[in-house]
């Protein structure tokens, strides 16, 4: 059984997934807000405002953790010294040095530790990455990827921490390319916290493909856009589209657009990512986004973060 740490907008998606497949044994949050908002959207579930009963609890053998990701240190390290299973929100960590511990630790004690990179178990993007793999848009030119949304409420340091682990955990899979190298990092505050909440940075992989990711909190209308460009055809993600989300484009020898658009299955993401989890826990498999998939998508982060606040620093010093 399965217990989750932290009852928000994600949590209850979380919760909605892991009460279907029936595995979901007692919700924790410490907001009493939250618990009676889940104990009337789902008033079978258990529920606790104390992680430690959660962790000390014998018939609990995995947590679940959806807090805020200042947290996700703390409470992963917590459980895997209890004996338990993580999966963890993205991010894993805010540090290298925490990622590593927390994957020291599972590794010390043979214990699974999944970070949720959601966008790995989309259909679209695994149908994206077998295309690639076959050769049907040639040779990678370039990647950009766009994510923004409106923030009403900023959960983390900066975007990038919120916002960046899709992008860049969703390049890597695709490109089945796990050297990420950081290029360049700029960030804009636009609000009155100080809160950087634009952003733009510059990655490479191995073997030269390069990738340029945009991320903001301040975007009224919701983007979640890729778009690989390959010699011989480009693809689009439109993530924010109810159907067609994935299009193949490329120009005929007439020079007329042609849009394709290939099959994949309408599976929910979450669902196969909670899925894979449970498995993985079940046989001791590794899964497809494991601590080491966490732990260098912090290490990207961690540098961007530092470049960024530098870069402001520098620029307050200006004005």
């Not at 405002?49 to 959660?54: A, C, E, Q, R, Y």
């Not at 014998?58 to 959806?66: G, H, M, W």
């Not at 040095?97 to 790995?120: F, Y």
């Not at 990827?145 to 890597?172: E, G, K, Q």
Request: hydrophobic content about 40%; proline content about 3%; overall charge negative.
């Amino acid at each position: 059984m399965i217990g989750l740490a932290g009852a928000g907008r994600w949590g209850e998606n979380l919760i909605r997934n892991l009460i279907q497949v029936g595995v979901l044994h007692t919700v924790c949050d410490t907001s009493q807000i939250s618990l009676d908002k889940i104990a009337s959207k789902f008033p079978t579930v258990k529920l606790t405002s104390s992680f430690d009963s959660l962790i000390l609890n014998n018939e609990i053998q995995a947590i679940v953790i959806s807090t805020p990701s200042t947290t996700h240190h703390e409470l992963a390290k917590k459980s895997l010294e209890a004996g338990k299973h993580v999966y963890v929100e993205k991010p894993l960590a805010k540090t290298e040095e925490e990622a590593k511990e927390l994957i020291d630790l599972a590794n010390k004690s043979n214990l699974t530790l999944m970070v949720g990179h959601l966008l790995l178990y989309h259909p679209a993007v695994n149908k994206l990455r077998d295309l690639i793999s076959q050769g049907e848009l040639g040779d990678i030119r370039f990647i950009n990827s766009d994510r923004r949304n409106f923030a009403l409420t900023r959960m983390d340091s900066n975007v990038i921490w919120d916002l960046a682990p899709h992008d860049m955990s969703m390049i890597s899979y695709i490109l089945d390319n796990h050297s990420i190298e950081l290029v360049d990092a700029n960030g804009f505050s636009t609000s009155e916290d100080g809160v950087i909440d634009v952003a733009h940075l510059d990655v490479c992989f191995k073997g030269g493909i390069c990738a340029h990711i945009h991320n903001s909190w301040i975007d009224p209308q919701k983007q979640c856009l890729l778009t690989v460009n390959g010699s011989k055809k480009s693809a689009v993600i439109n993530d924010t589209r109810g159907e067609r989300k994935l299009e193949l484009y490329s120009v005929l020898p007439d020079g007329q657009l042609f849009i394709e658009q290939p099959v994949y299955s309408n599976e929910e993401p979450l669902r196969r990512e909670v899925e894979h989890f449970i498995d993985c826990v079940k046989k001791g498999g590794t899964p497809l986004s494991d601590g080491f998939e966490g732990y260098k998508i912090v290490k990207v982060l961690e540098g961007a973060d530092k470049k960024m606040r530098k870069q402001e620093s520098s620029l307050s010093t200006l004005l």
